[in-house]
């Protein structure tokens, strides 16, 4: 069975990064893995070999067990359309302007694809191990409700906004009587219109099957996978980490660990130095106070929300080769992400 690791988080808390360590180290450790990864930083995609390649996974150069492929952030609502209605009917809605008009209200619809994505490849049993990284607006728990979501819009939310009422059918389009709105709008707009608002919902309602029984497997996929949250030590991503514990939705785990990421060596503390004169010394008393701070952070936020806290150390260069990669994990404090798969 091919096991699940969810990367979440606030945007540029290191998600991408810290998915891609993982993904590493587990490969290096004998593992068939592969790697869904969102917008990666241009020299850590050049070395996953994913610089000009798209959503479908390929080998990574130099690592024998590793695969990567890209997530696409911005498929959205066209590929849900394009997956579950028939090649005209997606034709046809896509090119239908009411579609992009009424689809711009939803962005569920990006964490759902990349979650409709991230299942396919879970289900496809040819990995040991799958580690998907979020979209950024994914990063906290939509990646969750995403599936229920759409599946409640397209079987009524959408349509009852479209339409104020129950789903209707093809002949109550054309009792104009029953739509007095759309009279008016017809009337003032050119009958084109009424026509092809009838045509949009018929055509939006085909999906709902499929969709129905995408998101039911997307739920059992997202149920069983180890959750990881990656922030900093700041108050914006702490801010959606404790979101994130807050409104967790009941058909996800509670998260395996916390990752803090980009962590002052804990070394630090207390490292201060009566000699205030030496410039150096001093810059050492300043971060050996925020190395305490965010420990104490830590700390606090372990004992509140009960979880496993990992530390990944603030590297002086951007971790973008294989094997510095891996060196996030080897280095890491606390929880050891190496127990995710052992
Ligand atoms: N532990 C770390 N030490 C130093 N730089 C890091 C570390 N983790 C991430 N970075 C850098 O921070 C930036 C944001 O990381 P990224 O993984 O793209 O974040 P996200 O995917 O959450 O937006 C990148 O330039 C990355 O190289
Ligand atoms: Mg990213």
Not at 316 to 339: C, I, K, Q, R
């Amino acid at each position: 069975m091919t096991a699940a690791i969810l990367v979440t988080g606030g945007g540029g808390v290191g998600k991408t990064t810290v998915s891609a360590a993982i993904a590493v180290t587990a490969a290096r450790r004998g593992l068939e893995t592969l790697v869904l990864t969102v917008d990666p930083a241009r020299r850590l995609a050049g070395a996953l070999g994913i610089a000009e390649l798209g959503a479908e996974p390929s080998k990574v150069a130099e690592e024998p067990l590793l695969w990567a492929a890209m997530l696409d952030a911005t498929s959205s609502w066209e590929a849900i359309a394009r997956r579950h209605a028939d090649p005209a009917v997606a034709d046809r809605l896509v090119n239908n302007d009411l579609f992009a008009a009424a689809t711009g209200q939803f962005p569920a619809s990006q964490s759902y694809a990349a979650a409709e994505e991230a299942t396919r490849f879970v289900k496809d049993g040819r990995w040991d191990l799958v580690v998907v990284d979020t979209p950024p607006s994914a990063g906290g728990i939509e990646f969750f409700t995403a599936p229920a979501n759409m599946t409640d819009l397209i079987g009524g939310r959408l349509l009852r906004w479209l339409t104020g009422g129950k789903m209707p059918g093809r002949r109550f389009f054309f009792d104009r009587a029953a739509r007095p709105a759309i009279r008016i709008a017809d009337a003032v707009l050119g009958a084109g219109l009424f026509e092809r608002v009838a045509q949009f919902l018929m055509d939006l309602r085909t999906t709902y099957d499929g969709i129905a029984a995408s998101s039911k497997e997307i739920e059992g996929v997202l149920s069983t996978a180890q959750t990881l949250i990656v922030t900093t030590a700041d108050p914006t991503p702490m801010r959606e980490a404790i979101r994130f514990f807050r409104d967790l939705p009941a058909n996800a785990q509670h998260p395996t660990s916390v990752i803090f990421n980009r962590s002052l060596p804990v070394a630090w503390v207390g490292a201060r130095t009566a000699d205030q004169d030496d410039e150096l010394a001093a810059n050492l008393a300043r971060w050996s106070l925020e190395s305490a701070r965010q420990q104490r952070l830590r700390s606090q936020f372990s004992d509140r929300y009960s979880t496993e806290i990992t530390t990944i150390d603030w590297k002086p260069t951007a971790p973008t080769d294989l094997d510095s990669l891996e060196a996030l994990l080897t280095t890491a404090g606390g929880y050891s992400l190496e127990n995710l798969w052992d």
